[in-house]
């Protein structure tokens, strides 16, 4: 069961999340207008087929949709559009990656709270991460977390190379 996350402590949020959800919008908007447009053109659409059309473009739109993510101390939350997951980030007991189409880190703290989020989420938003990386810290310190370390650090990496990467090309030395 996911836990409610206020925004009365020092935090941060995905800052791409707005953008993302406009484009999750975008696209279903535009499958259901291509759709629609293309049945009424041929002249076969009727009510079955709208609603059709409209099904499929709210599925699209509800698979598109971005968790909005956010972090504070001690906490990171993931908000669907079904419900809240919560994790205590100083208390993690795992961290793992999960295999499948999209690569996903999946958090778990001793409360049994458990969050699945996608890892760029957190290399795009330092903020987020330089609280997540305290936590974790403060949970390796107390012994809780037992498996994860190897997955932390593979992000460590990675956000550590997306930050050089970044300086060299404001820099122009890239």
Request: one cysteine or more.
């Given at each position: 069961?996911?836990?409610?996350?206020?925004?009365?402590a020092a935090g941060s949020h995905d800052i791409h999340w707005a953008g993302e959800?406009?484009?999750?919008?975008?696209?279903?908007?535009?499958?259901?207008?291509?759709?629609?447009?293309?049945?009424?053109?041929?002249?076969?659409?009727?009510?079955?087929?709208?609603?059709?059309?409209?099904?499929?473009?709210?599925?699209?739109?509800?698979?598109?949709?971005?968790?909005?993510?956010?972090?504070?101390?001690?906490?990171?939350?993931?908000?669907?559009?079904?419900?809240?997951?919560?994790?205590?980030?100083?208390?993690?007991?795992?961290?793992?990656?999960?295999?499948?189409?999209?690569?996903?880190?999946?958090?778990?703290?001793?409360?049994?709270?458990?969050?699945?989020?996608?890892?760029?989420?957190?290399?795009?938003?330092?903020?987020?991460?330089?609280?997540?990386?305290?936590?974790?810290?403060?949970?390796?310190?107390?012994?809780?977390?037992?498996?994860?370390?190897?997955?932390?650090?593979?992000?460590?990496?990675?956000?550590?190379?997306?930050?050089?990467?970044?300086?060299?090309?404001?820099?122009?030395?890239?």
């Amino acid at each position: 069961m996911g836990r409610r996350f206020t925004h009365a402590a020092a935090g941060s949020h995905d800052i791409h999340w707005a953008g993302e959800r406009r484009s999750a919008i975008g696209v279903a908007f535009l499958l259901f207008t291509a759709l629609f447009a293309m049945d009424a053109g041929f002249g076969g659409l009727d009510v079955t087929r709208g609603a059709l059309w409209t099904g499929l473009a709210g599925l699209v739109f509800v698979i598109l949709h971005p968790p909005r993510v956010s972090v504070r101390p001690g906490l990171l939350s993931a908000r669907g559009l079904l419900g809240t997951d919560s994790v205590r980030t100083d208390s993690l007991v795992s961290v793992r990656w999960s295999d499948g189409v999209a690569q996903r880190m999946v958090l778990r703290d001793t409360d049994g709270g458990r969050v699945e989020i996608d890892p760029t989420v957190l290399v795009r938003n330092p903020a987020m991460w330089r609280h997540l990386d305290a936590d974790t810290r403060t949970s390796i310190r107390r012994g809780t977390l037992l498996c994860g370390s190897t997955a932390l650090r593979q992000l460590a990496e990675r956000i550590d190379r997306e930050t050089a990467r970044t300086v060299f090309k404001v820099s122009g030395l890239q």
